[in-house]
């Protein structure tokens, strides 16, 4: 990591240690805007000059004794980035942009199959749904894409089984009626039993029900007839 400020001190740290500058520079202003190229080159921007210091390789922090590459600018330094996997420093200023050629910037030898600057439209369509694969769980990879929205209904009872084992009761289940007392002489015990059988009459009634309408698809399930064992290309058939 390297840092500028008021103080017009150019530190380099390295953060894998004990955070103490590596090698410090004082400069003549502070530098505005700083930036590490993809082999360790760092480019620094003071006014309308650009410094750029190189180290001995990759993994060595570059020296600040003097530097590689000075370049007067038309106006002030806004902005500067290295381009990925080319020898060029983009500099944006108060004129306008330059673009400078700094050797031995970038990685010359890239990975294909990470991040290829050359490949095509296509390479780059297969590359993003790779990434996307990635991401996804093995458990939701499936041909069948209506898999997703069914119920696993294995695990649904094996959890509510664990919870009613926890809670030692079912919170799920419906409790039993029990009927409001009315107004003085018209809560005897005939009417409370009238009026708990007329409640379990309606939840009867809405269990014929429901089992009326599920009967037709369950006869058109059972019509269908039962071939050959089914494949995972069955979906595509219309």
Same mark, same amino acid.
């Given at each position: 990591?390297?840092?500028?400020?008021?103080?017009?001190?150019?530190? =380099?740290?390295?953060?894998?240690?004990?955070?103490?500058?590596?090698?410090?520079?004082?400069?003549? #202003?502070?530098?505005?805007?700083?930036?590490?190229?993809?082999?360790?080159?760092?480019?620094?921007?003071?006014?309308? &000059?650009?410094?750029?210091?190189?180290?001995?390789?990759?993994?060595?922090?570059?020296?600040?004794?003097?530097?590689? +590459?000075?370049?007067?600018?038309?106006?002030?330094?806004?902005?500067? #980035? @290295?381009?990925? @996997?080319?020898?060029?420093?983009?500099?944006?200023?108060?004129?306008?942009?330059?673009?400078? +050629?700094?050797?031995?910037?970038?990685?010359?030898?890239?990975?294909?199959?990470?991040?290829?600057?050359?490949?095509?439209?296509? #390479?780059?369509?297969?590359?993003?749904?790779?990434?996307?694969?990635?991401? &996804?769980?093995?458990?939701? =990879?499936?041909?069948?894409?209506?898999? +997703?929205?069914?119920?696993? &209904? =294995?695990? +649904?009872?094996?959890?509510?089984?664990?919870?009613?084992?926890?809670?030692?009761?079912?919170?799920?289940?419906?409790?039993?009626?029990?009927?409001?007392?009315?107004? !003085?002489?018209?809560?005897?015990?005939?009417?409370?039993?009238?009026?708990?059988?007329?409640?379990?009459?309606?939840?009867?009634?809405?269990?014929?029900?429901?089992?009326?309408? %599920? %009967?037709? #698809?369950?006869?058109? !399930?059972?019509?269908?007839?039962?071939?050959?064992?089914?494949?995972?290309?069955?979906?595509?058939?219309?």
């Amino acid at each position: 990591m390297a840092t500028s400020g008021l103080d017009h001190q150019l530190k =380099i740290f390295d953060l894998r240690g004990t955070f103490q500058p590596l090698s410090a520079r004082t400069l003549p #202003q502070g530098a505005g805007h700083l930036a590490f190229s993809q082999r360790g080159l760092l480019a620094a921007g003071m006014g309308d &000059v650009v410094n750029i210091w190189a180290g001995q390789g990759k993994a060595s922090p570059p020296s600040l004794e003097k530097p590689y +590459l000075t370049h007067r600018l038309a106006g002030h330094v806004h902005g500067l #980035q @290295f381009c990925p @996997f080319e020898d060029v420093l983009g500099v944006g200023h108060s004129v306008g942009i330059t673009s400078m +050629l700094v050797p031995g910037a970038a990685e010359p030898n890239f990975d294909g199959l990470e991040s290829n600057p050359y490949r095509s439209r296509k #390479q780059r369509q297969e590359w993003e749904v790779k990434a996307l694969l990635e991401k &996804v769980p093995a458990e939701l =990879i499936c041909l069948d894409p209506r898999a +997703l929205a069914e119920v696993d &209904v =294995i695990s +649904l009872e094996q959890a509510k089984k664990e919870r009613i084992e926890r809670l030692g009761y079912d919170p799920e289940s419906k409790a039993p009626f029990q009927p409001k007392p009315k107004l !003085k002489g018209r809560s005897s015990t005939a009417s409370l039993v009238k009026r708990k059988r007329k409640v379990m009459d309606e939840e009867h009634r809405d269990k014929v029900r429901q089992s009326l309408e %599920q %009967q037709p #698809q369950k006869q058109e !399930k059972a019509a269908k007839p039962t071939g050959a064992r089914p494949s995972a290309l069955d979906r595509f058939v219309r």
